[in-house]
C-alpha cells in the first residue's frame, strides 16, 4: 500500500500518550478549547473530542475542506451529524466500535441488578440508620428483552448468560440469525414487549429509534418492567416514561436523560421507582486504553492508506 504523509492530525489525547502512532503525520492536540491548535484547513483526520457535545465536535468542521477522516470516541455519532454536511464528499466517519462495550455492558448490568435488588432504597436506609430487610426481585428467571443489538448489546448479552435468566430476546434494525438465537426487527417490538422482566436500550439514536419508546411502546411493556437505557436519551418520551413512572406501573434505570444533563427541579429526578446516572456508562478506566488502542491501529492503517475501520458512512 502507498503510505500517506499530507495532512494533520487532530487529537483530543496528547500524542506522547499514545503509544504505537505512526510517524510521518503532523499530530496537533484539541480538546475543545476555544482556540485551535492549527488551521483546520490543513487538518487530514480530525478525532472528535469526546463527551463534549454537538456544538464543539461540529465546530471546525466547515473549515476542514481536506479532511478525510472523522473519528469520534464514542459508539454513537449523533452528536457529529448536525455537522456532515459541512464537510466535502468521500470523508469516512468512523466510529469507537470495541472501544465501549465492557464499560458500557457493565453499568447495563450494575443497573438491573441494583435496581431489582432495591440497592436505591438500602443507600437510603443506611443514611437514616434503617435496616430494611425483605425479599427482592431477582435477575434469575427473568426475562430480558435488548432492544439494539450491535456490539454493545451482544457484550450485555456476554454478561447476562450467568445469570440465569429464563430468555433473552434481541431486536436490531435488521433480522439475522445469531449463535445465540434469532435477532428480531423493530416491527417485532409489540409482539416482543409483553414477554419482558427487562427491557434494555442500546441502540443508536438516529430517525427511527428517536422517541421510539412512546407512550405506545410503554403501554405494551407488562406491568412491572424495569426499563434500563444506556443508549441515548431521546430514544425515550421523557414525559410518557414519567407518567408510566408515577403511576407505578412500571420501573426504570437510566444513564442518559431528555434533557442531558437533566436539570435541577426536573421531575425525572424525583419520580418513583427509578434510578439515574449521569452518562457514565463509557467513562471508565477501561475508556483511555483501548481509546488509545483504536487510535493508534486507525492512524496506522491511515499513514499507510489502507482502509480505516469502523466506517459508519461516507459523505457524498
Given at each position: 500500500?502507498?503510505?500517506?504523509?499530507?495532512?494533520?492530525?487532530?487529537?483530543?489525547?496528547?500524542?506522547?500518550?499514545?503509544?504505537?502512532?505512526?510517524?510521518?503525520?503532523d499530530y496537533h492536540f484539541w480538546d475543545g478549547g476555544q482556540?485551535?491548535?492549527?488551521?483546520?484547513?490543513?487538518?487530514?483526520?480530525?478525532?472528535?473530542?469526546?463527551?463534549?457535545?454537538?456544538?464543539?465536535?461540529?465546530?471546525?468542521?466547515?473549515?476542514?475542506?481536506?479532511?478525510?477522516?472523522?473519528?469520534?470516541?464514542?459508539?454513537?455519532?449523533?452528536?457529529?451529524?448536525?455537522?456532515?454536511?459541512?464537510?466535502?464528499?468521500?470523508?469516512?466517519?468512523?466510529?469507537?466500535?470495541?472501544?465501549?462495550?465492557?464499560?458500557?455492558?457493565?453499568?447495563?448490568?450494575?443497573?438491573?441488578?441494583?435496581?431489582?435488588?432495591?440497592?436505591?432504597?438500602?443507600?437510603?436506609?443506611?443514611?437514616?440508620?434503617?435496616?430494611?430487610?425483605?425479599?427482592?426481585?431477582?435477575?434469575?428467571?427473568?426475562?430480558?428483552?435488548?432492544?439494539?443489538?450491535?456490539?454493545?448489546?451482544?457484550?450485555?448479552?456476554?454478561?447476562?448468560?450467568?445469570?440465569?435468566?429464563?430468555?433473552?430476546?434481541?431486536?436490531?434494525?435488521?433480522?439475522?440469525?445469531?449463535?445465540?438465537?434469532?435477532?428480531?426487527?423493530?416491527?417485532?417490538?409489540?409482539?416482543?414487549?409483553?414477554?419482558?422482566?427487562?427491557?434494555?436500550?442500546?441502540?443508536?439514536?438516529?430517525?427511527?429509534?428517536?422517541?421510539?419508546?412512546?407512550?405506545?411502546?410503554?403501554?405494551?411493556?407488562?406491568?412491572?418492567?424495569?426499563?434500563?437505557?444506556?443508549?441515548?436519551?431521546?430514544?425515550?418520551?421523557?414525559?410518557?416514561?414519567?407518567?408510566?413512572?408515577?403511576?407505578?406501573?412500571?420501573?426504570?434505570?437510566?444513564?442518559?436523560?431528555?434533557?442531558?444533563?437533566?436539570?435541577?427541579?426536573?421531575?425525572?429526578?424525583?419520580?418513583?421507582?427509578v434510578l439515574i446516572t449521569p452518562h457514565v456508562g463509557g467513562?471508565?478506566?477501561?475508556?483511555?486504553?483501548?481509546?488509545?488502542?483504536?487510535?493508534?491501529?486507525?492512524?496506522?492503517?491511515?499513514?499507510?492508506?489502507?482502509?480505516?475501520?469502523?466506517?459508519?458512512?461516507?459523505?457524498?
Open positions: 500500500m502507498t503510505s500517506t504523509t499530507a495532512g494533520d492530525v487532530w487529537l483530543p489525547i496528547p500524542a506522547d500518550e499514545i503509544e504505537g502512532l505512526p510517524e510521518g503525520l482556540d485551535f491548535p492549527a488551521d483546520p484547513a490543513d487538518c487530514a483526520f480530525y478525532v472528535v473530542p469526546y463527551m463534549k457535545g454537538p456544538p464543539i465536535a461540529v465546530r471546525p468542521l466547515d473549515a476542514m475542506g481536506a479532511v478525510r477522516v472523522v473519528q469520534t470516541l464514542s459508539a454513537g455519532i449523533d452528536h457529529v451529524e448536525p455537522g456532515l454536511g459541512l464537510l466535502p464528499a468521500g470523508v469516512r466517519l468512523c466510529n469507537a466500535r470495541g472501544v465501549h462495550e465492557a464499560s458500557t455492558a457493565e453499568l447495563a448490568l450494575a443497573l438491573i441488578l441494583a435496581s431489582l435488588r432495591g440497592f436505591p432504597g438500602f443507600v437510603h436506609g443506611q443514611d437514616k440508620e434503617e435496616w430494611r430487610a425483605g425479599f427482592y426481585p431477582a435477575l434469575a428467571d427473568k426475562s430480558v428483552l435488548i432492544v439494539g443489538y450491535g456490539s454493545i448489546g451482544s457484550a450485555i448479552e456476554d454478561r447476562l448468560e450467568p445469570f440465569e435468566c429464563a430468555r433473552v430476546a434481541r431486536v436490531a434494525r435488521s433480522a439475522r440469525t445469531t449463535a445465540r438465537g434469532p435477532v428480531h426487527t423493530l416491527d417485532d417490538l409489540p409482539a416482543l414487549l409483553p414477554q419482558a422482566d427487562i427491557v434494555i436500550l442500546s441502540t443508536p439514536l438516529n430517525p427511527s429509534t428517536q422517541g421510539l419508546v412512546g407512550a405506545e411502546f410503554l403501554r405494551a411493556m407488562r406491568d412491572g418492567a424495569l426499563l434500563v437505557n444506556v443508549a441515548r436519551g431521546q430514544v425515550v418520551d421523557t414525559a410518557a416514561l414519567l407518567s408510566e413512572l408515577e403511576c407505578g406501573r412500571l420501573r426504570a434505570a437510566l444513564d442518559v436523560t431528555d434533557p442531558e444533563p437533566l436539570p435541577v427541579g426536573h421531575p425525572l429526578w424525583h419520580a418513583p421507582h467513562s471508565t478506566s477501561a475508556f483511555l486504553p483501548r481509546a488509545k488502542r483504536l487510535l493508534a491501529a486507525q492512524l496506522t492503517r491511515f499513514a499507510e492508506g489502507e482502509p480505516v475501520r469502523n466506517v459508519v458512512l461516507t459523505t457524498g
